[in-house]
């Protein structure tokens, strides 16, 4: 009986060479094709989003909600603020959490209005013009020497402005900001009157303007 069987059973043919490989060459096509749709897509959202950050800011119509700050720490700062790091939320001397406590820097069309922290060391004295409130980075006037350059390579927009503080007029902010497409800001802040501090946050259109 099992010879009968065995006579039925037929040997499996195996396909050309050919029809294989030709399988394959349609397969590595259609995933090729995918990853292509893909980055085409990621590249146009990207293109997207960067123009939508050039345009907000060619309109100097813009805001960045501040939600950390990077101090530039002397041996005297960094000593005083790892003894406050136990309050201030796990943040460190390099890096302080700022995020719910609206500090911000808003540029209007030639205006610049900012209310910022400062952490860091006061160079030289304000001549009595600021008082022990007033140790903040603001400013609340127009802007001088703005400028926009657009870097599509690097993929970011610098700018660069100067301003007075709003309480002591011997005071002059050098302003850098760099703006980037998926929202992101760094302003590094410099002055003769102080060490430079750098903040980080979100960029997005003034409130009034959307």
Known sequence: MSLAHNAYLKPMKKKPLYHRLFLVAVMAMVFQSCGSSENAAEETQNAQAFQAVSDLVASEMY?????????????????????????MNGST?????????????EVTQGK???NMPFFGQQLQGSGGNRNSQD?????????EDYAAKVLERKQKIEIYFEADDVNNKT????????????Q????QVTSSQRTVIRYTGRIHAVPDAM
């Open 63 to 87: 805001r960045i909600d501040v939600e950390n700050a990077q101090p530039f720490n002397t041996a005297a700062t960094t000593q005083v603020l790892n003894e406050l790091a136990p309050y």
């Open 93 to 105: 001397s390099g890096n302080i959490q700022l995020s719910g406590d609206n500090y911000f820097l």
């Open 112 to 114: 610049v209005k900012a």
């Open 135 to 143: 140790v903040g980075v603001d400013m609340n006037g127009m802007t």
């Open 171 to 182: 005071e002059r902010y050098q302003v850098f900001i760099n703006a980037y497409p998926n």
């Open 184 to 187: 992101r800001a760094t302003i």
